[in-house]
């Protein structure tokens, strides 16, 4: 890193060394798109600074740089000084489970510490467990809702394809899918969204992950998806477009919209529901392959690839 290149930009320039495409790194690590690129581009204000230094830590390690030396680096750009150790990293990660006597303990072996500091640290503390408790109250009501309105009885159609829930061969794809029509999919009766709210990353956490598939697709320029929302639902659409995250869609729409984006390098989709929704990639329909499970989909097509990325989440 040269005195004029900051440690951010110097990152950046390792990575593109290697050749390592963002999309690599999100898909190894779980690390949304924006936060790869707001690290490349020294925005750490998009995140509390304990999920910052996690994702820095992550990212550092992917591309074979030191991580230690990215954080302390990060430490020197964003408040002037350099932390001790990384000591304090690892604390802040297990805050959640500290008990009131050890919390104790340590505010009596470090004389240093302030009261002022002592009477934060505290508030932090209970603002998490709040916080936590307030999201488990939230998932526990989503996830009541969405049991009530389930229908008791598989239909034969979805026993089928339950069983033939396995990778397609390549070379069968192709014929399969062009014999799908758009409106060959029939929805089923759900129960309206629990909220309006938009899709994030809390719609797709890594304990909620049932499986995952990726599938050789050939498609020729120009590139483009069209998605047909059968109901309402929420989309999240965005593509790369030079390293750049480029957000096309992210909102609750209602049923019988019909859109088309085009993309030169690679498009990331999310859907709340796989039963929602028509699908196709050029004139390829990948709807097979969403209704074999009726989850959350997050999901991409790497244009250079030809790949087809499919992540399947329990609601």
């Not at 936590?132 to 996830?143: D, F, M, P």
Request: glycine letters at 4%.
């Amino acid at each position: 890193m040269t005195g004029l290149e900051s440690f951010f930009e110097a990152l950046k320039s390792k990575r593109k060394s290697q050749n390592i495409e963002i999309s690599e790194i999100c898909e190894f690590t779980r690390i949304h798109p924006r936060y790869i690129e707001a690290i490349e581009n020294g925005d750490f204000t998009i995140l509390p600074n304990v999920y910052i230094r996690l994702f820095l830590k992550s990212y550092a390690k992917f591309i074979g740089a030191d991580p230690a030396k990215a954080l302390k680096d990060y430490e020197l750009h964003t408040t002037g000084k350099i932390r001790q150790s990384d000591e304090p990293l690892s604390a802040q990660e297990n805050v959640a489970s500290s008990s009131p006597h050890a919390i104790d303990t340590k505010i009596d072996s470090i004389s240093h510490i302030s009261p002022k500091q002592v009477v934060s640290g505290i508030g932090v503390i209970i603002a998490i467990f709040l916080l936590l408790w307030w999201a488990g109250q939230i998932t526990q009501e989503q996830t009541e809702n969405i049991k009530s309105n389930q229908p008791e009885e598989a239909s034969a159609e979805s026993i089928e394809d339950t069983k033939n829930n396995t990778a397609i061969p390549e070379s069968s794809f192709s014929e399969q899918s062009s014999k799908l029509s758009i409106n060959q999919k029939t929805p089923n009766k759900i129960s309206g969204l629990p909220d309006k709210f938009p899709l994030n990353d809390n719609d797709f956490l890594p304990r909620k992950k049932d499986s995952e598939i990726s599938q050789k697709v050939k498609l020729f320029p120009p590139y483009t998806i069209f998605i047909k929302t059968l109901q309402e639902t929420k989309l999240n659409i965005s593509k790369t477009e030079d390293t750049k995250i480029i957000e096309l869609i992210n909102q609750t729409v209602p049923g019988g919209q019909e859109f088309i984006f085009n993309f030169t390098s690679t498009i990331h989709f999310e859907f709340w529901r796989s039963s929602q929704v028509n699908v196709k990639l050029n004139e390829t329909s990948i709807d097979d392959f969403l209704k074999k499970s009726d989850m959350k989909i997050r999901g991409s097509y790497e244009a250079k690839k030809s790949k087809l990325y499919l992540s399947y989440y329990k609601r």
